[in-house]
């Protein structure tokens, strides 16, 4: 197949390029490097041995990705793309639906036209919102708590609605968990700009000493060591899922499938600094400080559906995920050179 992958320059969409180029298909990348950079082309070139197109554009621009599907002649699409830290969304809620809904809505329109109907999209076990206890089963209502969650409650009720008006297409909803870990070269990785959001960066920027220790948001919750647990997956692993999903579309006779990617297993914050410090060869340093508004006890997938219906599970231990995300951030202490 030929695939197009937007936002591939970024983290989970550069791992993916990857694994798609690995099962033999064509890729091209197409992304706006507002939180990304081109200069992670040349590497996964390097580590791919492919030539690996890159478009530079906003997908909100509907005659420039009108433009790409025509000229692109593409038989799926992995769709990446979007705004996706949480504080962010709340700070400035409406830059996060006009992005992450009219770039979505501009894509869709334009494969339309051109009969691109294989969709996997990239959505986030954030629909599920935080009431619904884990593990977190696929037909569960979804919700949100806040505006980067709601733009993947309503992304997913656009593309169903799109199918049922449409059912010659086939999409895939990939709902993730929390991707961590690098491509076992250490050549590419996370590289956040600014504060890292998410707990692996941070720990792994700590490590390489540009941060001065980890703050753990509260130590109280009903957990095994007091502090939150959430299902930790490697990039990699989710990477596959991706590529199982793409395979999948072609032979499933629904419009729309709907997919947990996780371990089912939680792993504490604690139990994460435990291990990066094994990975490391030192402790950490951390410090116990308040809860964090809107943040939950626990937070795991059942991964059951993937499992069997895409013959797919999530493989490398967490001691996978901090030894890669230390190769890389080592290899790289101040991440890709022009980011």
């Not at 959001?197 to 009903?222: F, H, I, T």
Request: aromatic residues 8%; negative net charge; proline residues 6%.
């Amino acid at each position: 197949m030929r695939v197009l992958i937007t936002g591939g320059a970024g983290y989970i969409g550069s791992h993916t390029v990857l694994h798609v180029l690995g099962a033999g298909h064509d890729v091209e990348v197409v992304d706006d490097l507002r939180n990304s950079t081109a200069s992670i082309m040349p590497r996964l070139e390097d580590l791919s041995g492919r030539s690996i197109p890159l478009h530079v554009l906003d997908l909100c621009d509907r005659d420039a990705t009108d433009r790409l599907i025509t000229e692109g002649n593409f038989d799926a699409v992995i769709h990446f793309a979007g705004l996706k830290a949480v504080g962010e969304s709340v700070a400035q809620p409406l830059d996060y639906y006009d992005n992450n809904l009219n770039s979505t809505i501009s894509l869709l329109r334009a494969m339309g036209r051109h009969g691109v109907r294989h969709l996997v999209f990239s959505s986030s076990a954030t629909v599920y919102g935080d009431t619904a206890l884990p593990p977190f089963q696929e037909k569960l209502p979804t919700s949100a708590t806040n505006p980067y969650g709601w733009t993947k409650v309503m992304i997913e009720q656009i593309l169903r609605d799109v199918a049922v008006a449409d059912p010659s297409w086939r999409i895939a909803l990939l709902r993730y968990f929390n991707p961590v870990g690098a491509h076992e070269s250490g050549q590419i990785g996370e590289d956040p700009q600014g504060t890292p959001n998410n707990l692996m960066p941070y720990l792994a920027q700590v490590a390489v000493g540009r941060r001065e220790r980890l703050a753990v948001y509260g130590n109280d919750y009903p957990t095994v060591d007091g502090t939150g647990m959430r299902d930790y997956i490697h990039v990699m692993d989710l990477a596959a899922g991706h590529v199982a999903a793409l395979q999948a579309l072609g032979r499933l006779e629904e419009s729309v499938h709907t997919w947990n990617l996780g371990t089912g297993k939680p792993t504490s914050v604690l139990q994460m600094v435990a291990a990066f410090s094994r990975a490391v060869g030192r402790d950490l340093p951390y410090e116990v400080v308040a809860r964090r508004p809107g943040d939950i006890a626990e937070s795991y997938a059942d991964p059951h559906l993937a499992n069997v219906e895409l013959n797919w599970r999530a493989r490398r231990s967490v001691d996978e995920m901090c030894a890669d995300t230390w190769r890389w951030q080592s290899l790289n202490p101040d991440g890709y050179p022009d980011a």
